[in-house]
């Protein structure tokens, strides 16, 4: 299940982030970008996230994952379309292969919903995709 691994690097990437900002008493949510193409299983994802946190400034933390629909460009005749599951790559216009995908592999964090002790209510941060 690949789903912790990623709950894992996730929790660390925060964990990080919340340092450098200091002052960080607890982590309220984690909203994450999953493009329905990058083999998670949301589900399994957030049972994983609940574990892992477990004894981190995450604790109690709300995992949101917001589904990125698969997308693909034509590269002959620049149609765009939803790709769907299973993915239709070959495009429906032209029937070409010169397929570009343009979205739906995502895995990204896009925002953290922090407590610090300077301010009483979350705090919004945004934390940069690491690759």
């Not at 982590?27 to 083999?39: C, I, K, N, P, T």
């Not at 005749?77 to 429906?92: D, M, N, R, T, Y």
């Amino acid at each position: 299940m690949h789903e912790m691994s990623i709950a894992l690097a996730v929790i660390g990437q925060v964990e990080e982030a919340a340092e450098r900002a200091g002052d960080v008493t607890a982590v309220r949510s984690v909203r994450l970008l999953v493009g329905e193409l990058a083999g998670v299983v949301p589900d399994a994802l957030a049972f994983c996230f609940e574990l892992a946190c477990a004894g981190t400034v995450l604790e109690g933390a709300e995992l949101v994952t917001e589904t990125v629909p698969g997308r693909a460009r034509c590269a002959p005749c620049a149609h765009e379309w939803a790709v769907g599951v299973p993915p239709l790559l070959s495009c429906p216009r032209c029937g070409g292969a010169g397929t570009d995908l343009q979205a739906g592999r995502e895995l990204q964090i896009a925002a953290v919903h922090w407590e610090d002790g300077r301010t009483p209510a979350p705090a919004r941060e945004p934390i940069p995709e690491e690759r």
